[in-house]
């Protein structure tokens, strides 16, 4: 995901102890009962949490959630669709890599994302964006750096040392084949903006995440057909974003209703019920195409919101006719969902309650991609919010506020561990009655 058009959906359903389904948002005959034929214990598997759920506890100020999640911290946690790996689990592992999604997975969530683009022989792999290999990838370190549309141009210094023009770059899954794309290596996604080669530029890691899982022989890049075997064989659903392409279409006779159709005809050519699979677009005759051509499917289609700002958001109205278009689920970005009260407590948003008047289910994008809170100015994510966030701990309040106020069925993270302790440990209580402050 990145900052994109959402989706809607209805206030009820909020999660459970154990698994949190998007069922009771769209009719239940589509949504599957369970995670997968087998369960973690039968494959073995066990979810793990590492360390970062109790040090967030620890860190949040005092008082009633506090001490009903610190209650919890012993408890063995549970798989939970209430969960969703945001590109896996890309806070330390490289985006959209084999990698990333088993980390996810191990991690506790029940849904894990694919972001869909194509390659140049019209094969679906999973990129956030098409035009992202520069700073996602290892190819400016390789032969294929020859294939990007802007090739390196570094950065421009002043002599006091200011930056003039940041380094750039900028190459394209359409410009190479399946067989050269799977010759990449992920990275974690970033660029040194003062980089004056091209070693420079792939060594740009913030220091809040790590390269530790992105050396030579990780790092693995996956077509949008291994995601789906991967994700079978884990037992999880599945969540894939058809992705804006960077080329004009059609692209070489291929449509946007051919690369709509590709996305959902490679879940159907892999047995995958539609119960298991949530399509997302920002572009809303996306989301259409698929209601109204493949409405299994379509049925749980998300849209996503695009808005920068809360000035740019929909209107009740114009949230009406979505929802009157069919479509059952919209995802705005966390800051469109949160307000402010007189106490500087979080609230549900204007936005949001206006998204349960109309009857959409709701999925908030995406926790974690901001770095430490601590330090002020926590950006995009946290617009409307942030003069209430100090510290690290109060994310666990975001998600709060999030699940039994706003009432959103599930939650993209970066760290889905963070999201799945919160989802094992709390039951859904609405118009909750302790305060932070």
């Known amino acids: ?27 239940s005959q589509v949504i599957a009962s369970d995670l997968g034929k087998k369960s973690d214990r039968e494959r073995g598997h066990s979810v793990q949490l590492g360390p970062r759920p109790q040090y967030l506890v620890n860190d949040m100020e005092e008082g009633a959630l506090k001490e009903e999640l610190q209650a919890c911290l012993d408890k063995k946690p549970k798989r939970t669709l209430f969960s969703i790996g945001h590109r896996g689990a890309p806070m330390q592992f490289p985006e959209h890599t084999r990698e990333s999604y088993e980390a996810g997975y191990r991690m506790g969530a029940g849904i894990l994302e694919c972001d869909v683009t194509f390659t140049r022989d019209k094969e679906l792999v999973c990129r956030h964006a098409q035009n992202d290999l520069a700073t996602t990838t290892n190819i400016l370190l390789t032969d294929l750096a020859d294939t990007c549309v802007k090739p390196f141009t570094p950065a421009v210094i002043a002599d006091d040392g200011s930056l003039v023009s940041p380094a750039s770059a900028e190459c394209r899954t359409s410009e190479i084949t399946l067989t050269e794309f799977r ?13 004056q080669t091209p070693e420079e530029f792939v060594d740009g890691t913030a220091d809040w995440r790590t390269d530790l899982y992105s050396g030579p022989d990780s790092g693995t890049l996956m077509t949008h057909a291994e995601s789906i075997a991967l994700f079978r064989k884990l037992g999880v659903k599945m969540t894939p974003e058809l992705k804006a392409p960077s080329v004009e279409m059609p692209f070489d006779g291929f449509t946007q209703e051919d690369f709509a159709r590709k996305m959902i005809d490679e879940y159907r050519a892999a047995g995958v019920p539609a119960r298991d699979v949530y399509p997302q677009s920002f572009n809303r005759d996306d989301v259409l195409y698929w209601i109204d051509n493949d409405p299994a499917f379509g049925r749980q289609a998300v849209y996503l919101e695009d808005a920068g700002s809360p000035g740019e958001l929909p209107d009740l109205a114009e949230l009406n006719e979505d929802r009157a278009s069919g479509i059952n689920i919209v995802a705005p970005p966390i800051f469109a969902l949160l307000a ?9 948003s204007e936005y949001a309650e206006n998204l349960k008047e109309s009857g959409f289910g709701i999925i908030a994008w995406s926790l974690e991609r901001s770095g430490m809170l601590a330090d002020g100015d926590n950006g995009f994510y946290y617009q409307t919010i942030d003069e209430a966030i100090s510290r690290e701990g109060d994310v666990m309040e975001v998600i709060d506020t999030l699940a039994r106020d706003v009432g959103v069925s599930g939650i993209f993270s970066d760290w889905p561990a963070t999201v799945s302790f919160y989802a094992s440990c709390v039951k859904p209580s609405r118009n909750r009655t302790h305060r932070r402050r």
């Open 340 to 348: 402010l009260d007189a106490d500087n407590n979080l609230v549900p």
């Open 1 to 27: 995901m990145g900052t994109m058009r959402q989706l809607a959906g209805k206030s009820i359903a909020l999660i459970t102890a154990i698994v949190i389904g998007l069922g009771s948002i769209v009719p």
């Open 183 to 195: 010759s990449l290596r992920g990275k974690m996604d970033a660029f040194n903006p003062r980089a």
